[in-house]
């Protein structure tokens, strides 16, 4: 079915994809007042708190200097905290405050609604198609 595309005609249409993504992700930066990182760094600690520093670079793909600035910035916002590791006092734990966990669950309400209004237009088979397609995105793309 892809190679019966043109490449001329696919090509914009991934463009149009990132850029739909990226301007969402540049709105929600704008209405809560974080960064990209921030974002993501609370929906992480959200699914895996406590998390050592080298386990959120790692996922971030960030080096570790980026991924203590990012924690330094929202430990200050009282989002999240850090702990030496009582198993291995070399690890640093970030762990995701109850203000933290406010915010995620703010940033992820609100995505939700603009996704139910703006989906509200479609049919069910592209609500299946649009939901399939956000399931398998990470293996489409080989990211993990």
Known sequence: ?????P????????FNALRAIYKFQQAKMTAFGLDYEDIYLLQLLR????SRMG???DEMGIPISTATRVVDRLEEKKLLSRKKDPRD??????SLEQKG???VNKVENQTFQILSKNLSTYNDEDIASFYKTA???HEILKVS
């Open 1 to 5: 079915m892809l190679e019966d595309i």
């Open 7 to 14: 490449r001329d005609q696919l090509d914009p249409i991934l």
């Open 47 to 50: 699914n895996h708190t406590p």
């Open 55 to 57: 386990e959120i670079a």
């Open 89 to 94: 006092k070399r690890n640093i734990l970030v």
């Open 101 to 103: 966990k406010d915010v």
């Open 135 to 137: 399931v398998h995105l």
